[in-house]
């Protein structure tokens, strides 16, 4: 391609985007550092260790999720390519990284409307970059809304020594029981929990799991913030907000119409009695 035909499409700069993607990782670097956190991506290979597991032999899920729920890389190496919020960090121009984050970057219509999907694996209910390290990367400076994933799970031991192992295990079994798979616990007996708030406000029947679904859940879980979810338990943070309901006989049909108020509140800052809520859930 003819240099003037480059800067037509790209402009005079090809490296303006990935510059200003690579400031905000260094901007991201140092706050976690002066906060005494890891500034860099978590890993699979190093949050795998001291865990006995087993890889499934095919992908539970294939379809689209949001970056914002990607929480790591695979590679223990990798995860110094970019910060904690999957901005690049390479500094090296004539390296094959960099050139191949900005030719992703200016081709991401091409590979967004393809077939091609990044491949994951999912651990406790997070999940890690196996490949589309970069294009994760792009989706999140972008702000693309989802990415097309193909998901395969790593199922720890299950020994009864471990709090999380625990929960997930619980996880599985209310999902292969009720087919939601949008809410877990970070501590064992969070489902024992959300059982009696169901029975509090369904009937028994075979639809009332998508009854909780529809008119409880969905609502709420919609309002949370993607990456919120990498740092807490979306079920804790239910049972949570289902206690600050003023739950006097409100049928389903109540529960979601208030659901669905005060999230609206939340989300607008327009409700001052719930700051807390406005903290914890949009934060």
Same mark, same amino acid.
Do not use: C, H, M
């Given at each position: 391609m003819q240099s003037f035909e480059y800067e037509f499409l790209y402009g005079k700069d090809p490296y303006r985007k990935y510059k200003e993607a690579r400031s905000i990782a260094k901007k991201e670097v140092l706050q976690a550092r002066f906060l005494k956190r890891d500034p860099y991506l978590p890993s699979l290979e190093n949050d795998l260790k001291g865990y006995r597991y087993r890889i499934s032999e !095919?992908?539970?899920?294939?379809? +689209?999720? &949001?970056?914002? !729920? *990607?929480?790591g890389t695979v590679d223990s190496g990798r995860r110094y390519c970019f910060s904690h919020n999957f901005m690049p960090l390479q500094s090296n121009y004539t390296g094959d990284f960099i050139s191949k984050w900005i030719k992703l970057y200016n081709t991401q219509a091409e590979w967004l409307s393809s077939s091609s999907r990044i491949e994951l694996f999912e651990f406790l209910r997070r999940f890690y970059v196996k490949e589309g390290n970069k294009r994760t990367s792009i /989706?999140?400076? /972008?702000?693309?809304?989802?990415l097309n994933a193909q998901i395969t799970r790593i199922i720890p031991e299950h020994d009864g020594s471990d709090p999380r192992v625990e929960a997930y295990y619980e996880y599985l079994d209310f999902e292969a029981?009720?087919?939601?798979?949008? *809410?877990? $616990?970070? !501590?064992p007996g969070g489902f024992h929990a959300l059982e009696k708030l169901i029975d509090e406000y369904l009937p028994k029947g075979k639809n009332r799991y998508e009854f909780f679904l529809k008119d409880m859940y969905?609502? $709420? +879980? #919609?309002?949370?913030?993607? @990456?919120k979810l990498n740092e807490v338990a979306p079920g804790d943070l239910f049972l949570q907000y289902m206690r600050l309901i003023p739950g006097l006989n409100l049928?389903? @049909?109540q529960v979601r119409q208030y659901i669905k108020k005060s999230m609206a509140a939340v989300a607008n800052g327009k409700? &001052? @009695? @719930? #700051? +807390?809520?406005? &903290?914890?859930?949009?934060k």
């Open positions: !095919r992908p539970f899920f294939t379809g +689209y999720l &949001q970056p914002e !729920r *990607i929480l /989706a999140r400076f /972008a702000g693309i809304r989802v029981g009720t087919g939601i798979s949008t *809410i877990w $616990f970070s !501590r969905s609502e $709420f +879980y #919609d309002n949370l913030r993607p @990456k049928s389903p @049909k409700n &001052q @009695k @719930k #700051d +807390y809520l406005r &903290q914890v859930i949009r």
